[in-house]
């Protein structure tokens, strides 16, 4: 969020940033068993505690180096900037929107809005999506990409939110390159410059009243952290890290 606002602010005024307290590990363990079950979410528990703490160790000087090359700001967002709430779905929020009038909203790593914050909205509210849609809808899009064999889908997507999971109309797309030294969690690095440079294109629409949302058509696919045993698999049969 910080290397966004950092790049933003320069160019354009950002009135607010609402950042929400993390919500309760509980309950969203609860609704993933819902979604994949006991053992999927037992998976994606053992990718965490053992895969990424690994990768964390390697990643580091690649991380310092993606953010050097691009010139990527992470300084802390202002205080006087920030709204804190327990999620971005508290009246807290419908209410500082309507405070405010924002010509934009942009929307990064939330849960999901509800219909009734969206139906508060009278503007573009967008979302910066770390994947191709509609094939790639959810989590670590670029990661499912790459181990699809589809290099070509690598990247992110700037769309409008509507009420389902990343199904909104798209803005603006765009792909990344993998080097050998890039993997799981370089991969959201990569792709920061790119939604950068999109959401600056969007807010340039926003301002000549020009934006050209083109609507998600084809094979829609909704994708989740991977399990350890997917992460294994895919990095020793396809080399995909």
Known sequence: MEFIYNSLQVEYPIEKVVIEEAPDEKLLEQRRRKKIGFIGVLGQQLFQKYM??????????????????????????????????????????????????PD??????????????????????????????????????????LANGEPDRCGSTIHLIDEGVDTGAILYQDTISITNADNYLTYPFLQLPKEIEMLKKVIADVVADNLKPIPQQGFSKLWYEPTIWQYWYNAIVKKVK
Do not use: M
């Open 104 to 145: 934009l909203i942009i929307v990064n790593g939330t849960r999901i809005l509800s219909k009734k914050l969206l139906r508060s909205l009278h503007c573009p509210i967008v979302n910066i999506h770390g994947g191709i849609t509609p094939q790639y809808r959810g989590l670590a899009g670029s990661y499912w990409a």
């Open 52 to 101: 990424v703490e690994k990768l964390k160790k390697k990643s580091g000087a690649r991380v310092r180096e993606i953010i050097k090359e691009n010139r990527l700001n992470g300084a802390k967002i202002p205080a006087d900037k920030s709204v804190f709430v327990p999620s971005v779905n508290d009246a807290t929020t419908i209410d500082l929107i309507a405070q405010l009038h």
